[in-house]
T-cell receptor, first 117, second 109 residues
């Protein structure tokens, strides 16, 4: 199992350019997430998809759009990149609630480092 | 609003010098507290989940404990390979985690 994979690993964009970050998981998880990580601020949730066919805004959704393509894939799109979107982006997935009703763990991908000039 | 505060921001230890990291939280209805380890340039790696006050989990030199207001990650006799950033996160609803900013641990040989 590869777990959670992300492409690309690194990208440089000019202000105003658009791009799509790709994420795929092979663990048959229901929920998928996009976070950004900035120095001193921890991981902040951008968007999430609780299950295939649904998406919801997180803490910092402005300037982003997402698509849950199927159960495996969840993409993040920047329509018009801004320097404030320079960050490291992480995708995560989670099965959902366990049979006991307890919260299942989120598993993270290796990240995409984005620099917007 | 859920709040997670980790302290200290950075911790420098000598090999074998035990210490503790703190994660204090404010959340309406804790459903789980998670500890992750993050190495430079990599994604967070899951360590532990704690669900209720009094619960403890151990893995090698790491031990996590939970009270109603905070969690501690104890590192016993650390080695240089324990150097990493340790992240704490709380879950207050079915889907979303709230993360602290992390504690960066450096262990010198």
């Amino acid at each position: 199992n590869a777990g959670v994979t992300q492409t690309p690993k690194f990208q440089v964009l000019k202000t105003g350019q658009s791009m799509t970050l790709q994420c795929a998981q092979d663990m048959n998880h229901n929920s998928m997430y996009w976070y950004r990580q900035d120095p001193g601020m921890g991981l902040r949730l951008i968007y999430y998809s609780a299950s295939e066919g649904t998406t919801d805004k997180g803490e910092v959704p402005n300037g982003y759009n997402v698509s849950r393509l199927n159960k495996r894939e969840f993409s993040l799109r920047l329509e018009s990149a801004a320097p404030s979107q320079t960050s490291v982006y992480f995708c995560a997935s989670r099965e959902g609630l366990s049979g006991t009703g307890r919260q299942e763990t989120q598993y993270f991908g290796p990240g995409t480092r984005l620099l917007v000039l | 609003e859920d709040q997670v505060t980790q302290s200290p921001e950075a911790l420098r230890l000598q090999e074998g010098e035990s210490s503790s990291l703190n994660c204090s939280y404010t959340v309406s209805g804790l459903r789980g507290l998670f500890w992750y380890r993050q190495d430079p340039g990599k994604g967070p790696e899951f360590l532990f989940t704690l669900y209720s006050a009094g619960e403890e989990k151990e893995k090698e030199r790491l031990k996590a404990t939970l009270t109603k207001k905070e969690s501690f990650l104890h590192i016993t006799a650390p080695k240089p390979e324990d150097s990493a950033t340790y992240l704490c996160a709380v879950q207050a609803n079915d889907y979303k985690l709230s993360f602290g900013a992390g504690t960066t641990v450096t262990v010198r040989a």
